[in-house]
């Protein structure tokens, strides 16, 4: 008699089949759609931070890129990037950097989207200095800078999202969904 597995699997239902039809669907459509978002940071060293921009992104569903790219290293990459940023089709820019952190300032001389400011630590001054750095810009070229380190890159992507929510009302139902989960005490 042949032998009947225990754990053969029952076929899919109709309804589960199709969640995961649509589900696959959606994953699809953000790969293929353009991305609104940008996050830029300037070493390696700051790649682990920024993923939490990555993260939050990616529970919204935001078709972003990233970059990485110094503007002391890289000082014509960069302008070439904030030149063409909008052109491009991307809404917000989301630049974290360590140190001196220049990179947003730089980004945001070049361009009139908005540019959110993550400082990183990293020196002898655990992110002190790239704060200040960002958050001091002179009058006339605006940096939104969030906190320092990992809640900073969250609530980048947080704050870009919301300024997307502006003209999609779609993202709004999400964030106010945030906001019951962070009642609940969920964390992001
Ligand atoms: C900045 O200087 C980077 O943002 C980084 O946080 C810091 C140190 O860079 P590495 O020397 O680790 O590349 O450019």
């Given at each position: 008699m042949p032998r009947v597995s225990k754990r053969a699997k029952k076929p899919a239902s109709r309804s589960k089949r199709r969640t995961t039809k649509v589900k696959a669907k959606a994953k699809a459509d953000r790969k293929s759609s353009k991305p609104v978002v940008a996050i830029v940071y300037?070493?390696?060293?700051?790649e682990p931070v920024m993923r939490e921009c990555e993260h939050v992104l990616e529970q919204f569903g935001i078709p972003h890129e990233q970059h990485l790219f110094s503007a002391h290293r890289q000082p014509e990459k960069t302008a070439a990037f904030a030149q063409n940023a909008r052109k491009r089709g991307l809404r917000v820019i989301i630049a974290g950097a360590g140190m001196a952190a220049h990179l947003p300032g730089v980004i945001a001389s070049m361009t009139t989207l908005p540019v959110l400011g993550v400082p990183l630590c990293g020196s002898a001054f655990e992110g002190y200095d790239s704060l200040l750095s960002m958050v001091q810009?002179?009058?006339g070229v605006p940096v939104g800078t969030l906190a320092v380190g990992k809640a900073g890159a969250k609530n980048a992507a947080l704050l870009a999202i919301q300024i997307l929510a502006l003209s999609e009302p779609g993202l709004v139902r999400k964030l106010d969904q945030l906001k019951r989960n962070l009642e609940a005490g969920e964390k992001i």
């Open positions: 300037a070493s390696t060293s700051d810009m002179p009058g």
